[in-house]
């Protein structure tokens, strides 16, 4: 009679060791996949949280009356938009992006050949870009406030965070051109549209597009993303940006690397104005001097606002802001 044998003790151990280890190893692989995915959706989806955060710095000295500025200058500025609005309704606008997608937008018609395309930032619309077209407008420019795509009426699933959007701004510009050729154009962001601003400036535009001027944006999605997840969430980089990265370009046609506004600068050669605040709490203000030291010539400038948080420069500065502003894009628009 044969006798059965019976595996040692260590045989079974190892056994069991690697069946607890490949369950750890599925568990901690769903646990990253359950992640990216909410981190995708989150940041960049339609319907995403991504723009509900409440994060902010230490007020820097003499910082309590920065902020009694930017409050009362937020103020009026709201009535002045207000006003603005009741009494120019715009027009309704749309074009097609190259993948399809229905972009809508808001028209200001205007007298003479100068224009600006105002760029609304994260999660926003192009009623957030009335604080720029008011001013633009009583300067004598046409102005168009497109709806980012995923934004306000514009289509689309996933927020382009500039990268897509810098395509959406050229055929933006294709139908400034084809209603007045002789258009000399302005693209003024702010936040994710003053990324899109410095996305767009790195692509061939036509001889009509004259100047950029960028107001807090970030040099990269990768960069303002890992910022993000460590002042929100106390996570590093690795491995969750990584497989988020790798999960939005296949489900929104790119990934967070790639959508790098430091490299598009660097192959900007018209004039551009860099804008930031010293107290912003989401888009480190470092960044301005990364990005206006790879923009390449002379035709730039910078304009720092000594206390403002995020988006807050043209309330800190006031009248300064835009004094600024129409001094370096008057001459680009010259001829």
């Excluded at 069991?16 to 190893?25: M, P, T």
């Excluded at 168009?144 to 701004?169: F, H, I, T």
Aim: negative net charge; glycine residues 10%.
């Amino acid at each position: 009679m044969e006798t059965a044998i019976k595996p040692k003790t260590g045989t079974r151990w190892l056994r069991r060791a690697l069946v607890a280890l490949a369950v750890l190893v599925v568990l901690l692989a769903a646990a990253i996949g359950f992640g990216s995915n909410y981190l995708v959706e989150y940041a960049i989806g339609r319907s995403g949280d991504g723009g509900d955060r409440e994060v902010a710095l230490e007020v820097e000295p003499g910082g309590d009356t920065v902020e009694a500025t930017i409050a009362a200058n937020k103020a009026a500025q709201k009535e002045r938009n207000e006003a603005f609005a009741a009494a120019h309704p715009g027009e309704r606008v749309e074009v097609t992006s190259d993948d399809g997608l229905t972009l809508s937008g808001v028209y200001y018609a205007n007298d003479g050949h100068r224009w600006v395309i105002a760029l609304h930032g994260y999660r926003g619309s192009s009623q957030d870009s009335l604080r720029l077209a008011q001013p633009y407008y009583e300067e004598g420019f046409q102005v168009v406030m497109p709806d980012l795509r995923a934004c306000g009426e514009s289509q689309g699933d996933y927020v382009g965070m500039g990268w897509l959007d810098r395509m959406d701004v050229l055929d933006w510009i294709d139908w400034i051109v084809a209603r007045d050729p002789q258009a000399a154009i302005v693209v003024h962001g702010m936040s994710m549209g003053a990324a899109t601003t410095m996305m767009t400036a790195g692509e061939d535009t036509p001889d009509n597009v004259r100047a950029f001027v960028e107001d807090c944006g970030y040099t990269s999605v990768w960069d303002v993303f890992s910022s993000e997840l460590q002042l929100r969430f106390g996570l590093p980089e690795f491995p969750l940006l990584y497989t988020a990265s790798a999960l939005a370009d296949a489900k929104a046609g790119y990934n967070f690397r790639e959508a790098s506004a430091l490299d598009q600068v660097a192959r900007c050669e018209k004039p551009m104005l860099f804008i930031h605040g010293t107290a912003d709490d989401f888009i480190p203000y470092e960044m301005m001097d990364t990005l206006y030291s790879a923009k390449p010539g002379d035709n730039k400038a910078e304009l720092t606002a000594e206390g403002a948080g995020h988006g807050e420069a043209m309330y800190a500065l006031g009248q300064t802001y835009w004094d600024t502003v129409f001094a370096f894009v008057d001459p680009c628009l010259e001829g």
